[in-house]
C-alpha cells in the first residue's frame, strides 16, 4: 500500500529555515510526480513545488521562488523541501503529495492541480513568527 509520510515541520522565526522531507513507500512506478501543497487556516490549499521523479524537473510557485528548494535522494525514495528566509505568510500545513504517471515536461504550472495526485501524506505543521 502506498504511503508517504512528511516530517520536518515546526516553529522557526521569520529569516529562519526548516527542511521537510516527505518519505514514499509500497509502491513500484516508473515516473511519478511529488508535489508540495500548503493550507494556511482560512484559506484554500495551494501547491508549493514538484518534481517530477522521471526527469528531475521542477517548478516552484512565485510566493516561494528563490527561497524553497525541492530535492529528492534517491535511495531513500524520499522528497525534500528546503525552505529558507522563511516568512510568517509561509505558516501553513504542508503537504506533500503523489501524482502517478505525471511527468513534468512543458507547462510546468500544471504539476499543482490536485486533481493528479491520487495519494496525499498526513500534513506537517509549519509556523513562522515575526
Known amino acids: 500500500q502506498l504511503q508517504l509520510v512528511e516530517s520536518g515541520g515546526g516553529l522557526v522565526q521569520s529569516g529562519g529555515s526548516l527542511r521537510l522531507s516527505c518519505a514514499a513507500s509500497?509502491?513500484?512506478?516508473?515516473?511519478?510526480?511529488i508535489g508540495w501543497f500548503r493550507q494556511a487556516p482560512g484559506k484554500e490549499r495551494e501547491g508549493v513545488s514538484c518534481?517530477?521523479?522521471?526527469?528531475?524537473?521542477?517548478y516552484y510557485a512565485d510566493s516561494v521562488k528563490g527561497r524553497f528548494n525541492i530535492s529528492r535522494d534517491n535511495r531513500k525514495n524520499t522528497v525534500y523541501l528546503q525552505m529558507d528566509s522563511l516568512k510568517p505568510e509561509d505558516t501553513a500545513l504542508y503537504y506533500c503529495?503523489?501524482?502517478?504517471?505525471?511527468?513534468?515536461?512543458?507547462?510546468?504550472?500544471?504539476?499543482?492541480?490536485?486533481?493528479?495526485?491520487?495519494?496525499w501524506g498526513q500534513g506537517t505543521q509549519v509556523t513562522v513568527s515575526s
Open positions: 509500497g509502491f513500484t512506478l516508473d515516473y511519478y510526480t
Open positions: 503529495a503523489l501524482a502517478p504517471r505525471l511527468e513534468i515536461t512543458t507547462h510546468e504550472a500544471m504539476c499543482v492541480v490536485e486533481g493528479w495526485y491520487d495519494y
Open positions: 518534481f517530477s521523479i522521471s526527469n528531475g524537473k521542477t
